[in-house]
């Protein structure tokens, strides 16, 4: 059973591979969710052996209907992707009636070539998860990332669980948002998932002495003087329930 760690960090990285995490997500910006990271925190990661990187490919924040140029920068972010060796990419596009946008994830997919291709959680804001789920699976896509089209995993456990059998192996469904080491093993019986997608994280306190509190670089409701990083002592202790459960 795999446990894939969403990042937004190289250090972060090594975190999740000191807790015994098979592949991470690579992401910048997560507070919007997370958007496509900088090509030298791909390699960065990719530095790191025996740890597989899937890079998100999203433009910005927000829903996921793409201007022309939002998807040109998507292709260029897909062919960086692979050049630089990464394992795999994360993405999705819907149209503005919330189905999958075929044509445009055909085309990504093309260009991922022999990368893993994951489908985001675009799939939990689209029209209807059953043909989505055919329709990806028609285009080769490995991997669904699902809350189950709810807030979280719990509150969306038992679409993913018709998922997972509906999908009966053609494709994996990855249960991710809320994902924790209090609710796993009940997921794990639940849905019956082969993955599961987690952020356990922690605090850091900035190193910074010198600190101006009325200045802020982004949302004053982000802390300046504060970082989220996985934890890999709860990540250690996620993987370990996960395998005496399996």
Not at 76 to 101: H, Q, Y
Not at 129 to 149: H, M, N, W, Y
Not at 178 to 184: L, M, S
């Amino acid at each position: 059973m795999i446990t894939e760690v969403c990042i937004g960090s190289v250090p972060c990285a090594y975190e999740s591979f000191l807790g015994g995490a098979q592949r991470v997500e690579l992401c910048d910006n997560l507070v919007e969710g997370g958007t496509t990271p900088s090509q030298g925190a791909i390699i960065e990661c990719k530095k790191i052996k025996g740890l597989k990187t899937m890079v998100m490919i999203r433009p910005r924040g927000g829903d996921f209907l793409y201007s022309d140029v939002e998807f040109e920068i998507m292709k260029e972010d897909v062919k960086a992707a692979r050049n630089l060796g990464a394992d795999g990419v994360v993405f999705g596009i819907l149209t503005k009636d919330g189905s999958m946008d075929i044509k445009r994830l055909k085309q990504l997919i093309d260009l991922a070539g022999e990368m893993e291709v994951t489908n985001h959680r675009a799939f939990d804001m689209c029209n209807d998860p059953f043909l989505a789920l055919e329709q990806l699976i028609d285009l080769g896509v490995k991997r669904i990332l699902t809350s189950g089209q709810h807030r979280n995993v719990w509150e969306g456990r038992f679409l993913i669980a018709d998922l997972v059998k509906k999908a009966a192996g053609r494709i994996i469904i990855m249960p991710g948002a809320g994902v924790k080491e209090d609710n796993i093993i009940d997921l794990m019986a639940i849905t019956n998932a082969p993955e599961y997608h987690v952020a356990l994280t922690k605090k850091i306190p900035s190193q910074m002495e010198y600190r101006n509190e009325k200045a802020f670089m982004g949302s004053d409701a982000q802390p300046e003087f504060e970082h989220l990083r996985i934890d890999s002592e709860r990540i250690r202790t996620f993987v370990n329930l996960v395998n005496q459960h399996q």
